[in-house]
């Protein structure tokens, strides 16, 4: 493999990251819409609490990524015990 191959390989590795990791958050923002954030926070449709909303969607969407980009690393890595 040369640098160009490996070098476009980092660049596609890097892509999928991203687009997996903002489809996670964008999963996980439309999921915490039917949460019922009224119970935890005194005004939920504040902008404070769609703030609130914003950040546990980003910090939800970060583990769902990592565990799916994790999983897609592993079972490249299968390959090499056979």
Request: charged share 10%; with cysteine.
């Amino acid at each position: 493999m040369n640098t160009v191959d490996a070098g476009a390989a980092v660049g596609a590795n890097g892509l999928l990251s991203i687009f997996i990791s903002l489809l996670c958050i964008g999963l996980s923002f439309w999921a915490l819409q039917n949460l019922k954030l009224d119970l935890l926070i005194r005004y939920p449709k504040s902008a404070a609490g769609k703030l609130l909303q914003l950040l546990l969607a980003i910090v939800l969407g970060h583990f769902v990524s990592a565990f799916l980009l994790d999983y897609i690393r592993w079972t490249q890595s299968l390959r090499f015990m056979f």
